[in-house]
């Protein structure tokens, strides 16, 4: 299967998920001192792939224009003007840490379905302000004034066009398939990867009630411990506003549809991770 095959969806989910993925900690964290929060070693701990009988699968088609990239590490530059066309706002290109920017697309995507993302690797800033909490029966919730602090991040999201964002992560694929691969994921794709994390981003719940919060030490917890039990960026989605979390995955699934127009079905040898 080539590579250049897989392109299309790392870059919308950053831009539509990774908006959400450094709300977490921002919203979470009090006037108390912060406390640092790490993932394990990926790569050191990926379990060795077994190779199984060929399988059929959805994979993406080949970009309609192939274009000269850059080498990864010397990517940076060459990714945000790629985003500064695409969005053609250079205010909101503000939004994004333009350093290692590939990367740490690739390791948040990839741990949003864990229960933890890394702080030092999201590739956009923080929300500004503090997280916003009320009171409502003597229980403290989220406010629903919190989600007025993500009002440029959904501006973001609101302003990507699906399909032109499908054809420029067409394009710079190699980069985001040899950022996995380096992350611990030889032989697999991080096209698989990306849709898994949509599906279960759209399987988020949405909670119309009041949320409910806790405060043992540090930081903001669910009361609901079925909620706090879940992913990272399920928990993202859910304390950013009903609202906001609508909207993200509305986008997400016109990401995830333009996707599907450009994938094709293919024998291709099956990875079995025990």
């Given at each position: ?185 030889p032989n697999q794709y ?57 909207m993200i995955k509305a ?24």
């Open positions: 299967m080539k590579k250049s095959t897989l392109k299309t969806m790392a870059l919308l989910l950053l831009i539509s998920i990774g908006i959400a993925a450094y709300l977490y900690f921002q919203h979470e964290q009090t006037n108390t001192a912060p406390q640092s929060v790490d993932i394990p070693d990926i790569a050191s701990t990926t379990l060795q792939p077994e190779k199984t009988e060929p399988e059929t699968r959805q994979i993406l088609n080949a970009p309609e224009e192939e274009i000269t990239l850059p080498q990864l590490e010397s990517s940076d530059n060459f990714m945000a003007a790629a985003l500064e066309k695409l969005l053609n706002n250079k205010a909101l290109m503000g939004i994004f840490i333009n350093d290692q920017l590939i990367n740490n697309i690739v390791v948040t995507i990839d741990n949003l379905p864990r229960k933890q993302v890394t702080m030092r690797l999201m590739p956009i800033k923080k929300a500004p302000g503090q997280f916003v909490i009320a009171e409502n029966d003597e229980q403290k919730i989220i406010s629903p004034k919190n989600q007025a602090r993500y009002s440029n991040y959904m501006q973001l999201a609101e302003s990507i066009d699906a399909s032109q964002l499908v054809k420029l992560y067409i394009q710079l694929y190699p980069l985001f398939q040899q950022s996995y691969e380096q992350l611990g994921y991080f096209n698989d990867r990306l849709m898994t994390v949509i599906d279960h981003l759209l399987a988020t719940p949405e909670i119309t009630e009041p949320i409910s919060l806790i405060q043992p030490k540090f930081f903001y917890l669910y009361a609901d411990a079925e909620l706090e039990n879940r992913s990272i960026g399920q928990r993202i989605l859910m304390r950013i506003g009903l609202d906001n979390e609508r986008k997400l699934s016109e990401i995830r549809q333009a996707l599907i127009l450009h994938m094709h079905e293919q024998k291709v040898e099956a990875i079995k991770t025990n």
